[in-house]
């Protein structure tokens, strides 16, 4: 762009474009399962398989290169070039309860217990960092770690630019711009 910066995203054309991929994919959705079109069925099987070896390829990649940091209270991870699968929330929730399972199923003996996960990851179309909380199950019964230090941070600091009308209450996506105020305000929360 001019001024030497990055050039800007237009955004609201990123949001309309999005919106009606998901309308497409609804109604494509829709009438694979009405089995008008048994070749929709093929390839909504292999995008399944694809996704779940993109989960496995990245989540291997987070375990052998230690990618894996901790808190006080949870563990966490930030993903800054991830393949165009970890764009949707659902993709980073499943990757997040994926690593989950593997580390605590390979956590070292002396180890103490589960510790709850936030996986952030980059998306560079909208320029926003998308945030997945994982809690482990012995541990979801209590409270949603990350929903409850979600809103905290969003009281502490309402000027975030921030996503969070998801229905997955500990899912946040945050402007890549406001990104680290928000990591600072998260881990004053957590401690």
């Not at 390829?57 to 165009?84: L, Y």
Request: glycine fraction near 4%; charged fraction near 30%; charge should be neutral.
């Amino acid at each position: 762009g001019r001024g030497g910066g990055p050039p800007r995203r237009d955004t609201a054309a990123i949001a309309e474009l999005e919106r009606q991929a998901m309308r497409d994919n609804f109604w494509r959705a829709f009438d694979t399962l009405l089995c008008k079109d048994p070749a929709a069925l093929r390839e909504g099987i292999s995008e399944a398989v694809e996704l779940a070896k993109a989960v496995q390829s990245m989540g291997r990649f987070v375990k052998d290169t230690n990618a894996m940091r901790r808190t006080a209270r949870f563990q966490w991870c930030k993903i800054e070039q991830p393949t165009h699968f970890f764009r949707h929330h659902l993709a980073v929730r499943r990757l997040a309860v994926w690593l989950l399972q593997v580390f605590y199923m390979y956590r070292p003996k002396a180890e103490a217990a589960e510790r709850p996960l936030l996986l952030i990851v980059r998306d560079q179309v909208r320029e926003t960092y998308l945030c997945i909380g994982a809690t482990p199950n012995h541990l979801s019964d209590d409270r949603d770690e990350f929903a409850h230090l979600f809103r905290s941070v969003l009281r502490a600091d309402r000027t975030l630019k921030f996503q969070y009308d998801l229905f997955d209450k500990s899912a946040i996506e945050v402007a890549a711009d406001d990104f680290d105020r928000f990591w600072e305000l998260l881990n004053d929360s957590a401690e």
